[in-house]
């Protein structure tokens, strides 16, 4: 009886110290918090992008104003060299921070002054279903957005564009 009850405590003792561990590695998670030092600036940069009818690389310039209102992230972009591809986005922080909009966080990494967020969502990318990875790093001066794709039944990830930018105002 004395062995039964200590191999009980035991595996008690084994249980809760995984229910912590795992609690303490869940699903990474943002807040608004997390971004407050993007509100009301302007940045600078390009987008390079893969087009789809040839394969090859083009490059815009980009400039890009970020607000933060609430739990969302609004982006105006504008494209001087194709002013019809200008575009708003608002970005909401969904389901206890583990979404940004309907792509869930899978990464967040906090390091030298940058945050690093990989999303993934499923979706069509060229007519091709596929999931889809948006990487994300954030510093007081850069921020980058980069997609790639995996198209279902493939081996590997395409890279489908990329934004880079600098910093050109202060908050």
């Known amino acids: ?18 229910l912590v561990t795992s609690s303490s590695f869940g699903q990474p998670r943002v807040t608004i918090s997390d971004f ?10 390009s987008l390079m992008y893969i087009n789809y009818g040839d394969g090859k690389e083009v490059t815009l310039r980009s400039k890009m ?3 933060i ?3 969302k992230i609004l982006t105006n972009i504008q494209y001087p ?16 921070g583990t979404y940004l909009d ?6 967040k990494k906090l390091e030298m002054g940058t945050m690093k967020l990989v999303t993934r969502y499923r979706g069509k990318d060229n007519n091709k279903l596929a999931v889809i990875y948006k990487t994300y790093n954030i510093s007081e001066n850069e ?10 039944n493939t081996e590997q990830k395409t890279l489908r564009n ?6 050109v105002s202060e908050k």
């Open 1 to 18: 009886m004395t062995n039964t009850l200590a191999i009980m405590k035991t595996l008690s003792f084994l249980v809760l110290c995984l």
């Open 36 to 45: 407050e030092n993007l509100n009301n600036t302007q940045w600078s940069g």
């Open 65 to 67: 104003q970020i607000l």
């Open 69 to 71: 209102e609430g739990n």
């Open 81 to 96: 060299d194709e002013p019809k591809a200008n575009s708003r986005e608002s970005i909401k922080i969904k389901k206890n």
């Open 102 to 107: 309907n792509e869930e966080i899978i990464e």
């Open 143 to 152: 921020y980058t957005v980069e997609k790639k794709v995996d198209y279902l």
């Open 162 to 167: 990329r934004y880079r930018y600098k910093r």
